[in-house]
């Protein structure tokens, strides 16, 4: 069937363009969703009006697309699952999930449908995930998979690290301290030998 997209839609093409599509795909989907119209006379006299208006939308939207994708660009997720021994998990971490996060993490709403996860994350440890801000801006968010009890478990590691590092920085300067006291002591040591060698010159002076 020959549809008319009002909206740029995923490895299809962008608003204003015509295009044949599977029937299901049409019935079922695109016009649902209103995401196209059928390729009527009415909708070929539309098609330059849905065009222009969707290239100065697309223009003004691109700005505020990339924005959003330096801020997902930035974000670590981390979840937790039960795992065998080989690492595969028992359960899953869906696209659905990833949004959730998201959204949890950052207060920026993502249609699922926006995260590229061909099958949902069967493995633990580290996924590199795509997601669609808009057809023409995407980025990689981190997700990381951990087994059971590892959130906790690495909270209680970066506690430790934290605490030997600041029990290294006062040692560091009680050591420092302990120099400039030693000096101190050093240098007024010297200042009483001066003063003892100026003293006996005077005292040999007065009685010469």
Wanted: net charge positive; charged share 30%; no cysteine.
């Amino acid at each position: 069937m020959k549809i008319l997209l009002i909206e740029d839609v995923d490895n299809l093409g962008y608003a204003g363009d015509f295009k044949k599509v599977a029937a299901g795909f049409g019935r079922n989907y695109l016009l649902p969703q209103k995401l196209a119209i059928l390729a009527t006379e009415g909708a070929i006299k539309q098609a330059s009006t849905i065009r222009n208006a969707a290239e100065k939308r697309r223009a003004r939207d691109t700005d505020d697309a990339k924005a959003i994708a330096n801020q997902l660009g930035k974000l670590s997720l981390v979840f937790e699952r039960r795992s065998g021994e080989t690492g595969k998990l028992y359960g899953s971490v869906t696209s659905a999930e990833i949004a959730e996060a998201i959204k949890n993490k950052s207060e920026i709403e993502v249609d699922k449908r926006k995260i590229v996860l061909h099958e949902p994350i069967r493995q633990l440890g580290k996924h590199e995930i795509t997601v669609k801000v808009m057809v023409d801006v995407s980025t990689m968010v981190n997700v990381e998979v951990l087994p059971e009890g590892g959130i906790m478990e690495r909270q209680r590691a970066a506690t430790k690290a934290k605490q030997i590092a600041e029990k290294a920085a006062q040692a560091e300067t009680e050591a420092a301290e302990s120099k400039v006291k030693a000096e101190s002591a050093k240098a007024k040591a010297s200042e009483a030998a001066v003063d003892s060698l100026v003293g006996s010159f005077l005292e040999q002076t007065v009685a010469a």
